[in-house]
């Protein structure tokens, strides 16, 4: 029972920082929209799509990687080597984000010009390559305070991040940017530049002020190599494809006579609508965060028993948590887009990817617990699949079915993702739920949000949906006593 205690009030911690730095996130992002429009947030999705890939291909898997290392040489009792592990690590990072750095600095006009499409990106462009190995570095850090459990340094340090990253932000888009689109991402990008210069700084005194036992030195290239190679291979492919599509998504829609303004679309859906989508995943992201150095830790000490618990309990926790948003994000459709954005055709466009959350939800978690349990290849052979896959149904829908090919695309390759990641779990630790559970969750769900849709007042209606789809878990047997014990002694076990 002990090894419960300190995930579950660690998963807590980072759920309400987590859950705070989304709100603000999607506050933040409201304000944004207000500012410079649908467009100006279409534009700012492109560049931060480069952005994103410079990050990915500069950190080369090493944030989970160090994560994973770390978890190891603690679960073997051996924490005098993770001066070694950081070591390599902090090398292997400077090396990978300062060769991306020179390559992203030297194409940044052809990259904003052929890519993106507008020439005045370039500068901030330049400035992702400025700061990218501080980030990649901020990754290394981060990752080695997870695996120690330092949980509540990384929420203090996080919370200062997101407080200076806006309010820098706010003030160059005040009294620097004005109208001007491409100054405002410049705005954002060198905001959250310095605010992540900072962050570095503070983890590497606290770092330092832990006077750390160091031991022989220990090589950790193999190591390094067959852990982080496989990650960097993964992430740089799906973020490749992903800034490919993020690119080509606003030229094929440009084709389709459905569409009138592609870059608005464009950042209507990924915007507006995927950041109220996936506000509620920051109660999971905390989860998420801890199972890969639990699970690293619990394999290296030969814990099977409590892998298969983590795992059981995980799935379950994301998949109910997945049906319950699933038919608030669609109920309330209207009151939060019209209410944040005034846009309506965002309100429509998360009507349909609501329907996904439970399957959205749980692919997080399941991904987790895949890297967690060392299976970094698998994840590779299912990202090549399905990217490839969207990449090509988006080329060929986008232009004859607009916004439903894109809708069309992502239903189709995320199914697929999360069918070959659940059932590499289920290799891994053997049956975790039973097949009715799942349908008779959804089943639920559907149910309560058909009955509770004949509401019109927005709290009624969702206070309705929640009493409704609680009693019908209840009755199908889908929560049992059981559950409701296991929480009740989660939280009351500590007193």
């Known amino acids: 029972m002990g090894k419960k205690l300190p995930i579950f009030y660690n998963a807590l911690l980072l759920t309400g920082v987590n859950l705070l730095l989304r709100f603000v996130s999607t506050g933040f992002q409201v ?4 500012t410079i429009g649908a467009a100006g947030i279409g534009l700012l999705q492109l560049v931060l799509s480069v952005g994103g890939l410079a990050l990915t291909a500069g950190m080369a898997g090493i944030r989970t990687a160090t994560m994973y290392l770390t978890a190891e040489e603690l679960g073997k ?83 200062a991040e997101q407080a200076c990253s806006m309010t820098l932000t706010v003030g160059l888009l005040k009294f620097w940017a004005g109208s001007n689109l491409s100054k405002a991402c410049a705005a954002v990008i060198l905001g959250s530049a ?127 948590y997945g049906c319950l948003f699933c038919g608030l994000l669609y109920l309330l459709s209207d009151e939060l887009c019209i209410g944040l954005y005034r846009n309506p055709d965002a309100a429509l466009y998360l009507r349909r990817f609501a329907l996904l959350a439970p399957m959205l939800y749980c692919d997080a978690i399941t991904d987790a617990m895949i890297k967690g349990l060392g299976q970094q290849t698998a994840c590779v052979r299912y990202n090549i699949l ?54 008779f969750s959804l089943g639920a769900t559907a149910v309560a949000i058909i009955l509770a849709n004949t509401i019109a007042a927005p709290i009624p209606k969702a206070g309705g949906y929640i009493l409704l789809l609680g009693c019908l878990w209840f009755l199908l047997r889908v929560v049992s006593r059981e559950d409701i014990c296991w929480l009740k002694g989660l939280v009351y076990k500590r007193k």
């Open 77 to 159: 009792r051996r924490p005098e080597n993770v001066c070694w592990v950081l070591s390599g690590c902090v090398r292997y990072s400077i090396l990978c984000s300062g060769a991306v750095a020179v390559v992203l600095y030297c194409f940044a006009p052809t990259v904003a010009v052929g890519w993106i499409g507008d020439r005045g990106a370039a500068g901030a462009v330049r400035l992702l390559a400025y700061f990218l190995p501080v980030n990649c570095l901020v990754g290394v850090m981060v990752g080695y305070f997870t695996a120690a459990n330092r949980i509540g340094t990384l929420a203090a340090v996080e919370v």
């Open 194 to 320: 310095v605010s992540g210069c900072l962050t570095l700084l503070c983890l590497i005194v606290l770092r330092v002020k832990e006077n750390s036992p160091v031991g022989s030195r220990i090589h950790i290239a193999r190591r390094l190599r067959e852990t982080a190679v496989p990650l960097a291979l993964a992430d740089d492919l799906k973020s490749g494809i992903s800034t490919a599509e993020n690119l080509m998504v606003p030229k094929r829609l440009a084709l389709c006579h459905k569409i009138g303004d592609p870059l608005a679309a464009f950042g209507t859906v990924c915007g507006m609508v995927f950041p109220v989508l996936m506000f509620p995943m920051a109660i999971l992201y905390g989860l998420a965060e801890l199972l890969i150095p639990e699970l690293a830790r619990c394999a290296a000490a030969g814990s099977h028993k409590r892998i298969r618990y983590l795992a059981k309990r995980s799935l379950r926790l994301a998949m109910l």
């Open 386 to 439: 399905t990217s490839g896959m969207d990449v090509l149904l988006l080329y060929l829908l986008l232009p004859t079915y607009g916004m439903e090919g894109y809708f069309f695309s992502f239903l189709v390759t995320h199914i697929i993702n999360f069918a070959l990641s659940v059932r590499r779990l289920l290799k891994l630790t053997g049956k975790l739920i039973s097949p009715l559970v799942p349908f």
């Open 31 to 34: 304000y944004l929209s207000g």
